[in-house]
């Protein structure tokens, strides 16, 4: 059976299975572009907005980077300069972060989705987004996201899984088909 795929714009009544658009992207300071992406967000109809690189710190309030339409979670580095993750979801959009997966030393954010509607067989999407510095420990990334990746593959049998980011250097030291 083949599943039809439209653009968000064209979804609304439409009987066709409904997957999120996706926009990823890094910024290097999020406060100061916040109008471009706002602009792009309204333009392009998008359900979900991945951010790595931040720069954000725990003085930047939500406000100052909100987008009108989407829930903000965000995931601040305190120790480091020029790092962070963020995901903005459209809040029409059933969502819950998963916690628990969260370690302190990486940048991982993960997001459970539960849209309206979802191609049969998926029961709901879980989004991770990345940001791996390019002078992070590769090995330890790479275990980290392969123990989420099962852990979440096992809690959330039937869920479709969407992992992008910025994996700097990650691509050339190792390979990345185990995933």
């Known amino acids: 059976m083949k599943v039809k795929l439209e653009p968000s714009a064209q979804r609304e009544g439409s009987l066709s299975a409904f997957v999120p658009s996706l926009y990823l992207l890094n910024v290097m300071s999020l406060a100061p572009k916040i109008d471009e992406i706002r602009h792009v967000a309204s333009y392009a109809n998008l359900d979900c907005i991945c951010v790595t690189e931040t720069w954000l710190k725990s003085r930047i309030r939500d406000n100052v980077v909100a987008i009108d339409g989407f829930n903000l979670v965000r995931r601040d580095r305190v120790d480091i300069e020029h790092c962070g ?8 959009i059933n969502s819950t972060t998963l916690e ?20 049969r067989g998926y029961c ?13 420990n590769a090995s330890e990334i790479l275990q980290y996201l392969n123990t ?25 030291n190792y390979s990345l088909k185990q995933f």
């Open 85 to 92: 993750v963020c995901v903005f979801i459209r809040n029409r």
């Open 100 to 119: 628990d997966v969260k370690v302190p030393n990486l940048e991982v954010l993960w997001i459970k989705l539960r849209p309206a509607r979802l191609p």
């Open 124 to 136: 709901s999407i879980v989004i991770g987004t990345v940001y791996h510095p390019s002078s992070a």
């Open 148 to 172: 989420c990746l099962s852990s979440i593959e096992s809690r959330f049998s039937n869920c479709g899984i969407l992992l992008g980011g910025d994996l700097n250097r990650l691509r050339d």
